[in-house]
């Protein structure tokens, strides 16, 4: 059976698993040729992203209800996130190496995204998205957050049209692998910063644009 130790271990030769289905047991490993990366600290907003997050109503919140936020990324028609791994990632949770960001509008859960952390690496695992710009409201505040704490890699392991227009990009697996070692050589704290209000994002943001 597959320990947190070796799953860490995997990910920092960058290697990361996917089940074929949620009732597969089975687990798949990938190295993918390109890997997708978010730019920390500098995610692209839309305009009309950006009036959304002026608007208000909006908050995010660190690691209130890490099984849930996997749970509802799991939540969907074909997912790769089994029980196997739910249970490492909760493992890994205890052990101060996973975490969850949760997005919510005017109270209601609106999206979230989780992922492991590893020296100043951050795994992105998974997002979420209840309502309209959930997850994109998550990947804005996540961004902010890591650069932060001092993280310097945001791995996405595919990227996917929605990551490709707030900024993500594919780089080589040569790329990546010099990347996640000068991230490993370092040390970044998931904690180590308060999350912003809604308007300290917006500043930000429009502030660095």
């Known amino acids: 059976m597959l320990t947190p130790a070796q799953l860490l271990s995997a990910y920092a030769q960058g290697f990361f698993p996917m089940a074929e ?4 047991p089975r687990l798949s490993w990938f190295d993918p040729p390109l890997r997708g990366i978010v730019p920390v600290g ?7 992203l950006l009036r959304d997050l002026r608007r208000g109503g909006w908050s995010a919140h660190l690691d209130g209800d890490f099984d849930a936020i996997v749970a509802a990324c799991a939540d969907r028609d074909v997912t790769w996130i089994n029980a196997t ?11 101060g190496h996973a975490h969850a960001l949760e997005i919510r509008h005017e109270g209601g859960f609106a ?4 992922g492991v952390t590893l020296g100043a690496a951050f795994f992105g695992e998974s997002m979420v998205s209840a309502r309209t710009n959930g997850s994109k409201m998550a990947l804005l505040w996540t961004s902010s957050h890591l650069a932060r704490c001092g993280f310097s890699l945001f791995d996405t392991q595919f990227l996917t049209p929605h990551l490709s227009r707030m900024g993500g990009v594919e780089i080589s697996r040569t790329a990546y692998r010099r990347r996640l070692r000068a991230a ?3 040390e970044a704290d998931f904690g180590g910063a308060a999350l912003l209000s809604a308007d300290q994002l917006w500043q930000e943001i429009t502030q660095t644009s």
Do not use: E, P
């Open 21 to 24: 289905t949620a009732d597969d």
């Open 42 to 48: 500098g995610v692209h907003a839309s305009r009309s």
């Open 85 to 95: 791994l739910a249970r490492l990632y909760r493992d890994l949770h205890d052990a």
């Open 111 to 114: 999206g979230g995204i989780f």
């Open 184 to 186: 490993l050589a370092k």
